[in-house]
C-alpha cells in the first residue's frame, strides 16, 4: 500500500516524511498514532476499516499510553 492510500486530511501530520517513502504495513504504527491523535471521525473510520479494529484496538493496548498523548489515550 501507498501513501496515497492515506486520507488527504491526515497527511499535513506527516509533514517531516517522504510521503512516497511511507508504507501502510512497515510504518502502521507511526500513521495509526497520528490518525488516533489527529484525525477527525472520517479518517478514524478510514483507520479501522484499512487497519481492522483488532489491530488498532492491540496499538492502543499495547503501544497507546507511550505513543499517544495521556488525552487521547485515555479517550
Do not use: C, K
Not at 512497515?26 to 483488532?54: F, K, M, N, P
Amino acid at each position: 500500500m501507498t501513501m496515497t492510500s492515506i486520507p488527504s486530511g491526515l497527511r499535513l501530520h506527516f509533514q517531516e516524511y517522504d510521503l512516497q517513502n511511507l508504507d501502510l504495513d512497515r510504518d502502521a504504527d507511526l500513521i495509526i498514532q497520528r490518525a488516533l491523535e489527529y484525525g477527525a471521525w472520517d479518517e478514524i473510520r478510514w483507520l479501522v476499516v484499512s487497519y481492522g479494529a483488532d489491530h488498532v484496538r492491540t496499538f492502543v493496548r499495547v503501544r497507546g499510553e507511550r505513543m499517544l498523548s495521556r488525552v487521547t489515550f485515555n479517550y
